[in-house]
């Protein structure tokens, strides 16, 4: 079955450390997406990437980096700069000018 | 700047028909989506309305109106399934950015 898997489900790191997302498609989208999710403040754009080895900054790419080395692997960096990093983190895909983005299940962040 | 306005919550009986409407203010404006999030789940697309009017799939349809910046979700015969967050969005140029409301909680009563 083609989809986007997320892993771990549930991370838990200490205040300080970096932590790297993972998320990987086999849906062949070109692409891929970071949102970050808070309760009631619906889905944030934090980084896009259209194409292999390119990407932009979203509304809230402070404290975060991206790399886009394959075309179906797109991990997320949470570094120590990120000020407050427990969230919901939400990966998706697309399909070149086609309108519906495919999410991932989420990775839930908790930083002590 | 860009906003979507939709309500925090709604409430409606198991059966009946619900309207989660959703206004936006955007410079440039190419279309309205909507997706449906259960709790702890993944976002999932249901309706894209390009133009003006109505889209239907199933019991759920999707209005959009231009020149009011004014759409709505419409779910008919609701389920107890159907208790979820609904989340009206819009592209950037190019499509390939969304942004998102923050979302209407419904919840579908007996």
């Known amino acids: 079955d083609g989809g986007i898997t997320q892993s771990p489900k549930y991370l838990f790191r200490k205040e300080g450390q970096n932590v790297t997302l993972s998320c990987e498609q086999n849906?062949?989208?070109?692409?891929m997406y970071w949102y970050r999710q808070d309760p009631g403040q619906g889905l944030r754009l934090i980084y896009y990437?259209?194409?292999?080895?390119?990407?932009q900054k979203g509304d809230i790419a402070e404290g975060y980096s991206v790399s886009r080395e394959k075309k179906e692997s797109f991990p997320l960096t949470v570094t120590s700069a990120q000020k407050n990093p427990t969230a919901f983190y939400l990966c998706?895909?697309?399909?070149?000018?086609?309108?519906?983005?495919?999410f991932g299940p989420g990775t839930r962040l908790t930083v002590l | 700047g860009q906003s979507l306005e939709q309500p925090s919550e709604v409430t409606a009986v198991e059966g009946a028909i619900v309207q989660i409407n959703c206004t936006y203010q955007?410079?440039?404006?190419?279309?309205l989506s909507w997706y449906q999030q259960h709790d702890g789940g993944a976002p999932t697309f249901l309706s894209y309305?390009?133009?003006?009017g109505l889209e239907e799939t199933g019991r759920f349809s999707s209005f959009l109106s231009r020149s009011d910046s004014y759409g709505y979700l419409l779910l008919q015969e609701l389920q107890m399934k159907d208790s979820a967050s609904y989340f009206c969005?819009?592209?950037?140029?190019?499509?390939?950015?969304?942004?998102f409301g923050k979302g209407t909680k419904l919840s579908v009563i007996p």
């Open positions: 990437s259209q194409i292999v080895n390119d990407f």
């Open positions: 969005a819009y592209p950037g140029a190019g499509s390939y950015q969304l942004t």
């Open positions: 309305n390009g133009l003006d």
């Open positions: 998706a895909s697309k399909e070149g000018s086609y309108n519906e983005q495919f």
């Open positions: 849906l062949n989208h070109d692409a």
């Open positions: 955007t410079s440039g404006f190419y279309g």
